[in-house]
């Protein structure tokens, strides 16, 4: 069987579902081939350039905008122009699909999904595709053409009704939860982990994520760093500053000015988030689908910050609404918020509701139904 994975790099949420199939489909199913495609950049290198830049540069610096736009790209004009534009490129998607051949079509963008939907339409491949969204509430653009597409994988159960009463058969919709790697499956020494990253046993560990792969971190997540510093006495900080030198260097800063220096740990990009979440017992992080979703799998309650406003505010209501994350919004007082969470009897609270919501086996799970539900 050749299975093919469409995915795009707007945020890294896409990308980070599409490797977790990818995992999983290797892992379970070893005879299959599979092949990861960037639709876009197969597409268009010049239009996938420009279009990613646009989105990290209007996401960073005029958020609100952003906003706007993902709103509007609900229904109305932006989003008779999206669809347009993908009528144009699914010529490019049927040559992708053509020179492929895949038995299965795996989706874990919109744009994907309605190419393909439209290529099913009009009789020009008969493929079963498979939509994965990657956040907690779903958006519109999934949607389009949704009569063409075999089966729609969400996070959690609101969603699934959402879907239905849109007027999609309750019979193609799953709640698997969004596919994480399968390092989430596994248990961790604790001991050997906190040995690993000169972490002390006697703290409880908090957690900083500086931003995503697009570099997305606000100007406030300096001060924030600030405020946890001042709580680093009571706690070991591990800040993570990712792919971005300045935010690195501004953060060995902060934590070299710090009373509790010694406590507070800087790290640029890590491999190893899996084994630092399976021994932290609070993880402060943008609400990004995948994210949450490994905070979730670990059992860790999450401080949401810097929400891009559109699908991030969107998980961030999710979260909060559930009792699985606190909401630190504009002007409010991070280092009061951070007091009342870190007592025992809210994380501990907020942890039991994780458990609830975790789905680590999100990726397996779609396999399987993909695979060999009905088969």
Avoid at 314 to 332: H, I, P, Q, S
Wanted: aromatic share 8%; glycine share 4%.
């Amino acid at each position: 069987m050749k299975v093919l994975i469409l995915y795009a790099t707007y945020g890294g949420g896409h990308l980070s579902a599409a490797k977790a199939i990818e995992e999983a489909i290797n892992k379970n199913y070893p005879n299959y081939k599979v092949k990861m495609v960037d639709f876009m950049q197969s597409i268009n290198k010049v239009i996938n350039n420009l279009t990613v830049k646009a989105y990290s540069d209007m996401a960073k610096k005029m958020p609100k905008a952003w906003g706007l736009v993902y709103r509007a790209s609900r229904k109305g004009p932006v989003a008779e122009i999206s669809k347009l534009s993908n009528k144009l490129l699914v010529r490019k998607m049927l040559s992708i699909i053509k020179t492929e051949k895949p038995d299965v079509i795996i989706s874990t963008h919109p744009f994907s999904s309605q190419m393909c939907a439209t290529l099913k339409k009009h009789g020009k491949i008969n493929v079963s595709l498979n939509n994965i969204l990657t956040d907690f509430k779903y958006h519109e653009q999934w949607l389009i053409k949704h009569q063409y597409a075999d089966k729609f994988f969400v996070s959690n159960e609101k969603m699934k009704e959402d879907l239905i009463s849109y007027g999609i058969s309750e019979k193609k919709i799953y709640v698997t939860g969004i596919p994480i790697s399968q390092r989430f499956l596994k248990k961790y020494n604790k001991e050997e982990v906190l040995k690993q990253f000169n972490l002390k046993n006697n703290l409880k560990t908090i957690i900083l994520f500086a931003g995503g792969k697009l570099g997305l971190a606000r100007k406030n997540i300096f001060m924030y760093l600030e405020e946890i510093c001042k709580i680093a006495n009571n706690f070991q900080i591990v800040a993570i500053s990712g792919k971005n030198q300045k935010i690195y260097n501004k953060f060995l800063e902060i934590a070299e000015k710090s009373n509790n220096k010694e406590n507070i740990k800087i790290i640029e990009y890590t491999d190893k988030v899996p084994e630092l979440m399976s021994i932290s017992d609070l993880v402060i992080t943008k609400p990004g689908g995948i994210t949450a979703s490994e905070s979730l799998a670990s059992h860790v309650p999450m401080l949401v910050i810097n929400p891009i406003p559109g699908q991030e505010t969107e998980n961030a209501e999710f979260l909060e609404e559930n009792n699985l994350a606190l909401w630190v919004r504009k002007d409010e007082d991070i280092l009061e918020i951070l007091k009342n969470i870190t007592n025992e009897i809210t994380l501990e609270k907020l942890k039991e509701n994780t458990k609830r919501f975790s789905k680590a086996n999100a990726a397996n799970e779609i396999c399987k139904i993909i695979f060999e539900k009905n088969n």
